[in-house]
């Protein structure tokens, strides 16, 4: 059974860094792109950042050149690497990876950042 698992969530003060890590298992099968997305009480999900199997990221305007995303294909793992935080950053973290067959999501993982 395929499993995505996110952890590094945490608290941390306005300029502050965390660094969020996935690891997807199980029977998930070639994972063509694996994304971070962010969502808070008030707002959709949205999109921070994604990765390809070739390396190729993207990015949300409102994190470029804080947020750094990055990828290890041999363990399945995807990374997202926060600096510069805002309070505006604070919502649950999620990962998730996309194959062939299907879109697989983490449970979440809490950032809050305190002004």
């Known amino acids: 059974q395929a499993q995505v698992v996110e952890s590094g969530g945490g608290l941390v003060q306005a300029g502050g860094s965390l660094r969020l890590s996935c690891a997807a298992s199980?029977?998930?099968?070639?994972?063509?792109?694996m994304y971070w997305y962010r969502q808070t009480t008030r707002k959709q999900r949205e999109l921070v950042a994604s990765?390809?199997?070739?390396?190729?990221?993207n990015y949300r305007d409102s994190v470029k050149g804080r947020f750094t995303i990055s990828r290890d294909n041999a363990k399945n793992t995807v990374y997202l690497q926060m600096n510069g935080l805002k309070p505006e950053d604070t919502a649950v973290y999620y990962c998730?990876?996309?194959?062939?067959?299907?879109?697989?999501w983490g449970q979440g993982t809490q950032v809050t950042v305190s002004s």
């Open positions: 998730a990876a996309n194959t062939v067959l299907d879109m697989y």
């Open positions: 199980g029977s998930i099968g070639s994972i063509n792109v």
């Open positions: 990765i390809t199997s070739g390396g190729t990221t």
